[in-house]
């Protein structure tokens, strides 16, 4: 006989809510839902969903903080407050017109936003599901409105608000992407989008494992940083920056979130704590970042393909440019528009010449430098200039095969990476540089390379086979904020650790590479490159992670 239908939950989905993959697997049991984990981008979310009636069940009256306990309801809403406060001054330090702004916040609970944001001057509208979390809301505003369902369902005018907060929500709703479209079309040109979320890149997540508070079956998805910023790309949103989420807490708070939601070990290990604790200390407010991130993104017009931009450092390639860019111009993206920058840096052999015939060719920027201060400065410099949203590196000496595009682009394209690396050879040892008639350098330059890339893999915790290839493809808005200072090959490694230290991790893909000989102008220097190369990986080993973050 055929299995009943479990009516507690919904039909399961049938691909990836981030990227749309249907290769998702099981990840692990929760309570009785099931957690499936996407195979491309790495994305958790339960399939399938509970129903709406098990949902009605747990967002009852009772399902915040201030009305589950009372003993620590005022003091509740004052540390909400607070937070709260916080998310106003990320989004006041973004916005970049002045004037009366609406705010429209989905999720808004209790109030306690929507109430600090009405007192600094702004217009502002809430949307929530629970009715009960609606009603107190609505008696701390003066002027605000607060509608009770689901944003996607009301009936709010297009590009009426210029400001949208999503606190602790999106990891709530059924279909995230659905969530961000519909907030896309409620902001104005140029509204910005706040999204708080628990990230599976927290220190909780990684201490609690399958533990962590944030499992619970009213999240139905588990985010981190990469599906988060991949979600609001592909929903045309303009990442501005994601921060380390932060809370201010309490001992008490804490304690109640443990007694509420138990955890084997921990909510006991409180407990304890907690029958010696002296009061005062219980109730002593700190700023925590514990599960969380936040990220800030801007609405960008509405694009029909993404544009690429193709950066082509150039200095004395006389012999390679020509071909380079008449490959370039007879070659077509699928799927995406492109721009070529290229930067000449003043080269002594005809290089010049050759390049400057490309000056207001459509498509085209051609920019000259007085000297030549390193192909890291010049890549700076076209990164600079770029408007794309991917971004590509391309060398002009032939050694790389342009036909390798399509497969660099389409991880990014899909949603389902944001940093791409083009492995020579699929990352083959041997065969990574082969110099006809110089067996001697071949084996050293593949020694080298075996060790430095074993330095990266130890220093980084990473897995990479060809982490120095000049093939380095990824969203612009990855290195948004990043203060680069390496004018030389060692901007190869500073880029790859600075992207590594944000939280991308790359993915690699095999491609051609045909390495050619110092004879024919390879110009990697033995003895100076290595030293900026170590210097390069200590300096950005010991930097503070704060300083990758962007200022919010």
Request: charged share 25%; net charge positive.
């Amino acid at each position: 006989m055929p299995s009943q239908p479990n009516l507690d939950f919904c039909p399961p989905l049938s691909c990836c809510p981030v990227c749309r993959s249907r290769r998702i697997y099981y990840a692990f049991a929760l309570e009785e839902a099931r957690a499936v984990r996407c195979h491309e981008c790495n994305f958790i979310f339960l399939n399938p969903q509970p129903a709406e009636g098990r949902l009605a069940k747990i967002y009852g009256e009772n399902y915040s903080f201030a009305s589950y306990d009372l003993r620590i309801s005022a003091h509740a809403t004052e540390l909400k407050a607070a937070t709260s406060g916080e998310y106003l001054d990320m989004i006041a330090a973004c916005l970049d017109r002045s004037g009366p702004q609406t705010l429209l916040e989905v999720g808004c609970g209790d109030g306690d936003l929507l109430r600090l944001a009405e007192m600094r001057g702004f217009e502002v509208v809430g949307v929530e599901y629970s009715a009960h979390a609606a009603a107190r809301a609505r008696t701390k505003l003066e002027r605000g409105r607060v509608l009770v369902g689901d944003l996607t369902g009301l009936d709010l005018a297009d590009e009426a608000f210029d400001i949208c907060v999503l606190a602790d929500v999106i990891e709530h709703v059924r279909d995230p992407r659905a969530l961000l479209e519909t907030v896309w079309r409620k902001l104005r040109p140029g509204g910005l989008v706040l999204v708080a979320t628990p990230t599976r890149d927290s220190w909780s997540a990684r201490v609690m494992r399958r533990n962590w508070l944030e499992y619970k079956i009213e999240h139905l998805s588990y985010f981190n940083r990469q599906t988060m910023e991949a979600l609001l790309w592909q929903t045309q949103f303009g990442l501005i920056g994601t921060v380390n989420g932060s809370k201010w807490v309490s001992f008490d708070y804490i304690a109640v979130h443990f007694e509420r939601f138990p955890v084997s070990f921990w909510t006991p290990l409180v407990k304890l704590v907690g029958k010696w604790l002296p009061r005062p200390w219980r109730q002593k407010t700190l700023r925590l970042a514990g599960s969380g991130m936040v990220s800030i993104a801007r609405k960008n017009e509405p694009r029909v393909r993404p544009l690429v931009s193709i950066v082509v450092p150039v200095f004395n390639e006389k012999s390679t440019v020509t071909e380079l860019l008449a490959l370039l111009d007879r070659k077509e993206l699928h799927g995406a528009d492109r721009e070529v920058i290229i930067v000449e840096s003043n080269s002594t052999d005809g290089t010049r010449e050759v390049v400057r015939t490309y000056e207001g060719r459509a498509g085209y920027t051609v920019i000259l430098e007085d000297k030549p201060r390193g192909k890291g400065a010049a890549v700076r410099r076209g990164l600079a200039t770029a408007r794309g949203d991917i971004v590509v590196i391309q060398d002009a000496d032939l050694e790389y095969d342009l036909d390798d595009y399509d497969a660099l682009l389409e991880p990014i394209l899909s949603g389902r990476h944001a940093f791409v690396l083009g492995a020579r050879h699929g990352g083959g040892f041997w065969k990574m540089r082969q110099f006809h008639g110089a067996r001697g350098v071949s084996i050293v330059m593949n020694l080298a390379h075996w060790g430095f890339t074993s330095m990266i893999n130890v220093c980084f915790l990473v897995r990479l086979r060809d982490p120095f290839t000049m093939f380095k493809v990824f969203r612009r808005d990855c290195a948004s904020g990043l203060r680069f200072r390496c004018n030389r090959f060692d901007f190869d490694w500073e880029l790859l650790i600075l992207l590594i230290r944000r939280g991308y991790r790359p993915v690699e893909i095999p491609v051609n590479y045909r390495s050619r000989s110092f004879a024919e102008g390879k110009k990697v220097r033995f003895l100076r490159d290595p030293i900026t190369w170590m210097y390069t990986l200590l300096r950005l080993r010991l930097l503070s992670r704060r300083r990758l973050l962007p200022d919010l």
